[in-house]
């Protein structure tokens, strides 16, 4: 196996300024998206609780219509 080359030091500048971008990059994307995910989960659990109770109230209904021996 052939010895490592030294890595030319304007290319290693490029690489760690890239990665510092990068990184600073992600975090204002993740500071700009937390909020709107945040509501997307309130907005969801209140729809659920409206669902849960719709299907609550249909699941009642239908024990209510059944045919039974009283009728």
């Not at 600073?24 to 997307?40: H, S, V």
């Amino acid at each position: 196996m052939a010895p490592p080359v030294a890595v030319s030091p304007l290319i290693k500048t490029a690489r760690y300024s890239a990665l510092i971008a990068g990184i600073i990059y992600g975090k204002r994307r993740y500071d700009t998206l937390k909020p709107i995910a945040a509501e997307e989960r309130r907005i969801e659990e209140e729809e659920k609780k409206v669902r849960e109770e719709q299907e609550r109230i249909a699941k009642q209904l239908a024990e209510a219509n059944e045919d039974t021996i009283l009728k």
